[in-house]
C-alpha cells in the first residue's frame, strides 16, 4: 500500500524568509503524480502545487517549488519570501493513474511578522 | 474560475438520523469523489464514481455510505444512520481526467453528529 509521510507536525518561518516542508513517500509504482494542498483556516483545500514523477524537472509555481528525489523517494516544498497569507496546514498527497489521492498527516505552517 | 461547490457549509444531526451531502462538481469534470477529515487528523479518500457508477472505494466507505449523481450537475453523499464517529469535515473534489489531474476540492460540509 502507498503511505505518504510528513514528519514534521509544525514548522515556522519569518515572513518574507524561506522555508522548506518535507514529504516521503512509499510506492513500488514508477509512474504515479505528487502534490502539495494547503488547507488555511476555511479548511478548504487548495492545490499548490503539483509534479509528474515522469518529468525530471522540479515544479514551480511563483513562491512554490518542489525538490523531487524520485530515487529518495522524497518530495519537499519550499516557500520563498514567506508571506503572512502563507500560514496554514500544508498536505503532500501522492496519487498513481485513475486511483486516489493519498495524503500525509500534515504540516501546519505558521509564518511570524 | 469554475470551483467545487458544496452545500450546507455545516450540518448538524441526530444520532441515527439520515443525511444527504451535496456537491455540484465543475460542469466539464467527469471523475467525483468524496473525502473526509475527522478533525486534527489527515484527509482520507471514501469514493470515486466515474460514469454513474462507483469506480474505487475504501474501507471506510461501507453499507451505510451511498453515493448519488441524481442529475446532470449534483452529486450526493448519503449516510444512512450517522453515528458519532462520522462527525468530520467532508471534502467533495472532482477532476476533468482520470490519468493525470489534480482533484479540485470544494470548500467542504462540517457534519457533526450529536
Known amino acids: 500500500a502507498q503511505t505518504v509521510t510528513q514528519s514534521q507536525p509544525e514548522m515556522s518561518v519569518q515572513e518574507a524568509e524561506t522555508v522548506t516542508l518535507s514529504c516521503t513517500y512509499d510506492?513500488?509504482?514508477?509512474?504515479?503524480?505528487l502534490f502539495w494542498y494547503k488547507q488555511p483556516p476555511s479548511r478548504q483545500m487548495i492545490l499548490v502545487i503539483r509534479?509528474?514523477?515522469?518529468?525530471?524537472q522540479n515544479a514551480t509555481e511563483n513562491r512554490f517549488s518542489v525538490n523531487f528525489q524520485k530515487a529518495a523517494k522524497s518530495f519537499s516544498l519550499k516557500i520563498s519570501d514567506s508571506q503572512l497569507g502563507d500560514a496554514a496546514m500544508y498536505f503532500c498527497?501522492?496519487?498513481?493513474?485513475?486511483?486516489?489521492?493519498?495524503f500525509g498527516e500534515g504540516t501546519q505552517l505558521t509564518v511570524n511578522p | 474560475e469554475p470551483e467545487v461547490t458544496q452545500t450546507p457549509s455545516h450540518q448538524v444531526t441526530q444520532m441515527g438520523q439520515e443525511v444527504i451531502l451535496r456537491c455540484v462538481p465543475i460542469?466539464?469534470?467527469?471523475?467525483f469523489y468524496w473525502y473526509r477529515q475527522i478533525l486534527g487528523q489527515k484527509v482520507e479518500f471514501l469514493v470515486s464514481?466515474?460514469?454513474?457508477?462507483?469506480?474505487?472505494k475504501s474501507e471506510i466507505f461501507d453499507d451505510q455510505f451511498s453515493v448519488e449523481r441524481p442529475d446532470g450537475s449534483n452529486f450526493t453523499l448519503k449516510i444512512r444512520s450517522t453515528k458519532l464517529e462520522d462527525s468530520a469535515m467532508y471534502f467533495c473534489?472532482?477532476?476533468?481526467?482520470?490519468?493525470?489531474?489534480?482533484?479540485?476540492f470544494g470548500q467542504g460540509t462540517r457534519l457533526t453528529v450529536v
Open positions: 473534489a472532482s477532476s476533468e481526467h482520470r490519468d493525470y489531474d489534480e482533484a479540485f
Open positions: 510506492t513500488s509504482e514508477s509512474d504515479y503524480y
Open positions: 509534479q509528474e514523477a515522469y518529468k525530471q
Open positions: 498527497a501522492y496519487r498513481i493513474s485513475g486511483s486516489r489521492l493519498t
Open positions: 460542469s466539464n469534470h467527469l471523475y
Open positions: 464514481f466515474y460514469n454513474n457508477e462507483i469506480s474505487e
